[in-house]
């Protein structure tokens, strides 16, 4: 996986590409620390891109949102592909993500 962040009105765009899996770990934690150090009232996870995420990548999805929740910063997923999209949403991840 890789990422890019864009600025959007009243936050960052994270917009993931390829799959996502343990092996993704330190990038992500890269994405952890821009929300745990800036204080952005939206965090978007655009995931047009990416078409497979494991359980580890929503292990640190989950680990996003703990430091989101701290900081009061709401957290999107967009354009999820539909197996990306099931997978979220049988691990329950509307009750921590808005979709889009």
Not at 45 to 62: E, P, Y
């Amino acid at each position: 996986m890789y990422y890019e962040t864009k600025d959007i009105v009243g936050g960052k765009e994270v917009v993931l590409n390829d799959p996502f899996t343990f092996r993704d770990h330190q990038a992500f934690f890269e994405i952890v620390s821009m929300i745990k150090n800036n204080n952005h009232r939206k965090i978007v996870f655009n995931l047009k891109d990416c078409d497979f995420i494991d359980s580890a990548a929503l292990g640190m999805f989950v680990i996003a949102h703990d430091e989101a929740s701290a900081k009061a910063t709401n957290l999107f997923i967009k354009d999820a592909r539909s197996n990306v999209k099931e997978l979220m949403y049988a691990a329950k991840f509307d009750s921590l993500y808005h979709f889009e």
